[in-house]
């Protein structure tokens, strides 16, 4: 849901999307794909994750992630995008 629930602080898509557009420089688009804890995500997820990388051609994203299980999330994406690419 989004929440971190150890500050009591909720940094959801909107949230997280109007810190971004707060410089008129950028142009930010935010695409919010499992909204769970790390602890419960599944390859099934990672795919999710996956195919909204895939989807940008701007080449600069970044994956907002909780630190339990983001080391099988990064395996994932770089085995399916191959090691080679710059994403």
Do not use: F, Q
């Not at 557009?21 to 994750?49: F, M, Q, T």
């Amino acid at each position: 849901d989004g929440t971190c629930h150890d500050l009591g602080i909720v940094a959801g898509p909107s949230l997280i999307e109007s810190m971004l557009n707060s410089d008129p420089k950028l142009k930010v688009s935010v695409a919010a794909v499992c909204n769970k804890d790390s602890r419960d995500l599944v390859d099934e997820d990672r795919e999710s994750i996956l195919c909204e990388v895939l989807r940008d051609s701007t080449g600069r994203i970044l994956v907002s992630h909780g630190t339990y299980t983001i080391c099988e999330t990064g395996r994932y994406l770089k085995t399916k995008l191959g090691a080679s690419t710059k994403r």
